[in-house]
């Protein structure tokens, strides 16, 4: 029996939904493989309960935080680093995020504790320190040192606390995602001989590249920074993966520009089971929305309340309800901004956060639903929607334009409408839309169903991901 090691940062088993559900469905639906976890979270205080009962074949759960950094401490002598010619290149290039680098010589330099120490260790050398002045001296001479040098050495603690960790053996290591998952499966495929799989559901670059154009805590200089960091990290793993797989075409296109080689780059869709969902719907009174979402920032969940206070004037029903179907708990106060713009809103009768659920049984009893995020790759939710004969309106990311209206191989039609993001009144009228035209509503709901049979089982998912593992693992 073949021991898979799933490489995820941010997701499982700490966090529903999403890619967690997909991690989770795919070792559920392989009992014939044993899996091992690395999980990359934050902090262990925040981050210490599993949020799946976990399948009998995962073997072990091994959770790098970021802040184990803490449980080191420097060796009493500063640690003298002598490195060959080469090493001393590629890690000159490492400290300013050159992806030309020989990524195995990084493999077994960045981890190597009795060469460069541990993190603490590094960040205490001299040869840090004259790295550190010379990168500043060419690229940021005009900006003050101090800040300079403390965001440099934030990211390469984390960094390399993180790639130094013991990896377990397996016999293929795949990544659900670049970032640190994608180079820690790039140096346990070189440490141990093995091959290396990548699976990415978003480009992990660019949302990280839309995180930090936000963001308020780094100015603008260090922006770039940031972006060249993330980036750095995703074509590592992009250039030294045995396979690179993507949700659909959009994002093979651009694993292709940033280092994936044509002829190992492959798209899987995600896949639901038909068995647990149906058509039928459960009797009820009035027009009831549905967007099952975890309530978080990235999905604009205020969005979705503006629009449907819109929806509400206009139409001057009250007999139209939305649920917003998911956990609530990862992100408390933006929860609480949502409730206060529910309340200010006066939608407290109309609005109903379910929290956790049995996603299958609301189901029934949906009308329609509303996905209103702002960045996602191919949701699951549409999916399991369209598998519940419910048409969506979706906000235009990721793979959402072509799960709702199909693309050159898929004629089927139309499924819902798809709306741009932060645009609650387009959002409003495409709802309103389908309020009024039960028919429309109907017929987009069968053809929803439809493509799901046709492209998107849960049996074709898992058997690509079966022959993949029996292939490669070889």
């Known amino acids: 029996m073949k021991t898979i090691c799933l490489l995820a940062e941010g997701s499982y088993p700490y966090i529903a939904g999403g890619v967690s559900s997909w991690i989770n469905q795919l070792i559920s639906e392989l009992p014939d493989f044993k899996f091992k976890i690395i999980s990359i979270m934050p902090s262990d205080e925040e981050f210490n309960e599993y949020r799946y009962e976990i399948p009998k074949n995962v073997i072990s759960i091994d959770t790098i935080y970021l802040q184990d950094f803490k449980k080191l401490s420097a060796t009493p002598k500063e640690k003298k680093i002598k490195l060959s010619k080469d090493e001393l290149i590629t890690l000159k290039k490492i400290i300013r995020f050159d992806p030309s680098i020989d990524w195995k010589i990084f493999a077994n330099l960045i981890r190597n504790i009795e060469k460069i120490g541990t ?19 060419d690229e940021f001479p005009e900006e003050g040192f101090n800040e300079f040098y403390w965001t440099v050495s934030s990211m390469f603690l984390f960094f390399i606390t993180v790639m130094q960790h013991n990896l377990p053996k397996a016999d293929i290591y795949h990544a659900v995602s670049t970032g640190y998952p994608g180079l820690l499966g790039l140096i346990a495929s070189q440490s141990y001989n093995k091959k290396f799989i990548l699976t990415e559901h978003g480009i992990y670059a660019r949302e990280r590249e839309e995180d930090i154009i936000k963001a308020e805590w780094v100015r603008k200089k260090y922006k770039k920074l940031w972006i060249d960091f993330f980036y750095f990290i995703s074509i590592g793993a992009y250039k030294n993966a045995d396979i690179t797989i993507s949700l659909f075409s959009a994002n093979r296109n651009i694993q292709l520009k940033y280092g994936s080689k044509e002829e190992t780059t492959i798209v899987i869709p995600n896949g639901v089971d038909l068995k647990r969902y149906n058509t039928e719907k459960i009797e009820h009174k009035g027009f009831n929305i549905g967007a099952v979402v975890r309530v978080v920032p990235i999905k604009d969940i205020k969005t979705l309340i503006r629009s449907f206070k819109i929806v509400i004037n206009k139409l001057e ?19 609480k901004e949502c409730l206060d713009l529910v309340k200010f809103l006066e939608l407290e009768d109309f609005v109903i956060f379910t929290g956790r659920i049995n996603v299958s049984e609301y189901l029934k009893k949906m009308d329609l639903l509303v996905l209103s995020s ?15 004969g419910i048409p969506f309106v979706s906000t235009d990311v990721g793979a959402c334009k072509e799960l709702l209206y199909g693309n050159e191989e898929d004629n089927l039609g139309q499924a819902g409408i798809i709306v741009p993001p932060f645009s609650p009144k387009e959002m409003s009228e495409a709802i309103i839309k389908l309020y009024k035209d039960r028919n429309l509503l109907n017929k987009m709901g069968k053809i929803g169903r439809k493509r799901i049979e046709k492209y998107y089982t849960k049996e074709s998912f898992i058997k690509q991901y079966r022959d993949l593992y029996m292939k490669i693992g070889d």
């Open 119 to 137: 993190s603490i260790d590094f960040l205490k050398s001299k040869l840090f320190w004259d790295l550190i002045v010379e990168y500043y001296k």
């Open 317 to 335: 029903a009250n007999d139209i309800k939305l649920y917003i179907m998911g956990p609530y708990e990862e992100d408390p106060e933006y929860y």
């Open 374 to 388: 702002i960045s996602e790759a191919q949701p699951l939710v549409i999916l399991e929607g369209f598998a519940s």
